[in-house]
């Protein structure tokens, strides 16, 4: 049988199809490359070391991460240079930040003064020196300090603070992903960007120097990239894409996918399935059926899906489904493993090793 692989597969399971990842990979960093940008890819979306190692030998430049606990393990892992695109507020959490940074360059994000006043004062009694950026509301209103006054104003304090060296802004246009017309997502994406820009010139006119500007996502690259004083490009999700972002960048096949069992047929065209909420998440929708178009599911619960088949589907209990989660990253942090598929055969399987590192 050609796929007989899938039957040695212990279910639920989370494959990587080793071939559609690395053109991926490759696709995002030629882009960057021929667009003169630097890419950092944001490796919440994989939490795989070698995964992360893939991209860099591809050509990018360092890494993004989420928390601590990923760039403790990415700095474990050899990682040397990584941005945690987010802010580290929480004390303990600031006090392992400094650690690491005494063996590797661990940047990190601020937008607000007492995280600005905690991370110096922590840095300082470890003798340490710390890199950050101003992270900038450029529209998704979850963090970030307002553009112009309110980000000069932070910078001025962050200048005062010893132990603290402002190397750049962050801005994150999240609140795009959603937005399917090009035309529309370039316009409102530019409109985010702009706000970044201007912010760094307000800096420079009050004698700051910044020249590094990192932003954009997987749905929006394409446009950050051509716009004029974004320096880096931070997306996460191409690695792999999934149901949701196929939608708005089909240009990235779906690698991974979610291998299931078929365990019951409780009605007519009714099925179940063993891969529930605890082998894909369900946050941007249900999981969409490999081959299987017309199947949509109909229930999800703990450890099954319960899903209904087009007029012509046949399935046979123990038979082996795929689904393409709707959330990849949600689903990753699921996994212990992934199961890499070449050739159609199990190539491998590499450890999720930053999975639940999210404290
Ligand atoms: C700050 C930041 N940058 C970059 C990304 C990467 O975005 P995507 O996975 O949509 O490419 C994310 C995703 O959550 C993010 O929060």
Redesign the pocket.
């Known amino acids: 049988m050609e796929d007989s692989w899938k039957d040695k597969i212990s279910t639920p399971a989370l494959l990587v199809y080793y071939d559609i990842m690395k053109e991926n990979i490759e696709k995002m960093a030629k882009f960057a490359k021929e667009n003169n940008v630097k890419l950092r890819p944001?490796v919440?979306?994989h939490k795989c070391p070698i995964i992360g190692k893939m991209q860099l030998e591809a050509g990018a430049k360092g890494i993004?991460v989420?928390r601590v606990g990923e760039a403790e393990v990415f700095a474990e892992n050899g990682f040397n240079d990584i941005l945690i695109?987010?802010e580290v507020v929480n004390l303990t959490q600031i006090k392992r930040l400094v650690e690491l940074n005494k063996t590797s360059l661990v940047r990190v994000c601020v937008d607000s003064e007492q995280n600005v006043l905690d991370l110096n004062k922590i840095a300082s009694k470890n003798g340490v020196n710390l890199e950050i950026l101003i992270e900038v509301d450029i529209g998704l209103g979850r963090n970030g300090v307002k553009p112009g006054e309110p980000a000069l104003k932070l910078a001025n304090l962050i200048l005062k603070q010893p132990n603290l060296k402002l190397v750049g802004l962050?801005g994150?246009e999240?609140h795009l992903?959603s937005v399917i017309d090009p035309e529309l997502r370039k316009t409102q994406t530019e409109e985010c960007l702009r706000l970044l820009v201007d912010t760094r010139d307000l800096l420079n006119n009050n004698g700051f120097d910044i020249k590094y500007l990192t932003a954009?996502?997987?749905?929006t690259y394409k446009f950050s990239a051509k716009y004029n004083g974004i320096t880096e490009l931070?997306?996460?999700?191409?690695i792999f894409n999934d149901e949701h972002?196929y939608r708005v960048s089909p240009e990235f096949d779906i690698g991974a996918t979610v291998l299931g069992t078929v365990t019951n047929n409780p009605g007519k065209r009714l099925y179940t399935v063993d891969a529930g909420l605890k082998a894909t998440t369900n946050d941007n929708g249900n999981p969409t059926f490999k081959n299987y178009p017309k199947c949509k599911i109909r229930v999800m619960t703990e450890e099954h899906s319960i899903f209904r088949t087009g007029p012509k589907d046949n399935f046979k209990i123990g038979q082996r489904v795929e689904l393409y989660p709707s959330h990849i990253?949600t689903t990753v942090n699921l996994y212990d493993f992934f199961t890499i598929i070449k050739n159609n055969e199990i190539f491998d399987k590499w450890e999720i090793l930053a999975r639940g590192k999210n404290y």
Do not use: L
């Open positions: 944001h919440k979306t993004c989420a695109a987010n962050q994150y999240g992903t954009s996502n997987t749905v931070q997306p996460g999700t191409y972002y990253c």
